[in-house]
């Protein structure tokens, strides 16, 4: 089921995401005693970040019980301040008592795997892996949210328009070369691992959004031509948009 929420406007979208983000982790806290959120790069990702760090509520979920994952990172030095990773421990996750084996960040262009982003790429897969329940297909964790953005063209993760990562059906994690929305060396999950996970909710603000939004939420467009149109959680896909971006979307 595909749902579309449309906020007056940016910060009111993040502050929405926030609580409703909270929420879900709080309820599957609940229910089975962990959560597990997938993490977006970009200025909307990072703002419901901050705005989850300001939450009152926020302390209703037991962060030391919380998997956090990343959707996309981009292959750069760990303390490069380009990295998704860092961006987020900035916006939330140093003021959270996560519990640090719990926190699975993506392999820095520093780190063992040098310039081998396709290793790179493979080893988070294997982490992927040994995180999955036994009968996962793919063998990816129980997400219970995939946090994604938007850009202009229909990217969403590290996921470009008419390149072969799109279609990939088998590998859960990639490494993206010469990406057209810098830095250009990325890791990115893939659609059937994004689409492991129960809820999906693709977040952006702006006009220069509306377009890919429409496009995205057109059911004939085919994921080659627009990554986010491919993405869907598998029981809830959410569209969190400002008036700006959801501006060629059909009234009511
Ligand atoms: C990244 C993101 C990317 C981002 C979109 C939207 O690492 O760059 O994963 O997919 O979410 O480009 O970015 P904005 O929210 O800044 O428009």
């Known amino acids: 089921m595909t749902t579309v929420l449309v906020h007056d406007n940016g910060d009111l979208l993040a502050a929405a995401a926030a609580a409703r983000l909270i929420t879900k982790l709080a309820?599957?806290?609940?229910?089975?005693?962990?959560?597990?959120?997938?993490?977006?790069?970009?200025g909307t990702g990072n703002a419901v970040l901050e705005h989850v760090r300001a939450a009152p509520a926020r302390d209703a979920v037991d962060w030391s019980r919380v998997?956090?994952?990343?959707?996309?990172?981009?292959?750069?030095?760990?303390?490069?301040?380009?990295?998704?990773?860092?961006?987020?421990?900035?916006?939330?996750?140093?003021d959270l008592p996560l519990d640090p084996r719990r926190v699975h960040c993506l392999p820095p262009a520093d780190?063992?795997?040098?310039?081998?982003?396709?290793?790179?790429?493979?080893?988070?897969a294997e982490v992927l892996a040994q995180h999955a329940p036994e009968d996962a297909h793919p063998q990816v964790p129980r997400f219970d949210v995939c946090l994604l953005g938007l850009g202009e063209e229909g990217h969403t993760a590290s996921l470009f328009p008419?390149?072969?990562?799109?279609?990939?059906?088998?590998?859960?994690?990639?490494?993206?070369?010469?990406?057209?929305?810098?830095?250009?060396?990325?890791?990115?999950?893939?659609?059937?691992?994004?689409?492991?996970?129960s809820e999906v909710w693709l977040m952006t603000t702006g006009s220069g959004k509306a377009h890919a939004v429409a496009a995205a939420l057109a059911t004939a467009t085919p994921p080659e031509d627009v990554p986010a149109a491919g993405a869907r959680g598998r029981q809830r896909t959410l569209y969190l948009l400002d008036e700006a971006a959801a501006a060629e979307l059909p009234r009511g």
């Open 27 to 42: 309820d599957a806290q609940a229910e089975r005693g962990t959560a597990s959120v997938v993490l977006t790069g970009g």
């Open 162 to 197: 008419d390149t072969q990562h799109v279609r990939e059906s088998v590998r859960t994690v990639v490494g993206v070369r010469d990406c057209p929305k810098p830095p250009p060396t990325r890791i990115s999950l893939t659609l059937p691992a994004i689409n492991a996970a």
């Open 111 to 124: 780190g063992a795997f040098g310039e081998d982003v396709e290793a790179a790429a493979a080893h988070y």
């Open 67 to 94: 998997d956090v994952y990343w959707g996309d990172e981009r292959y750069v030095p760990a303390d490069d301040a380009e990295r998704n990773e860092g961006q987020a421990r900035k916006a939330l996750l140093d």
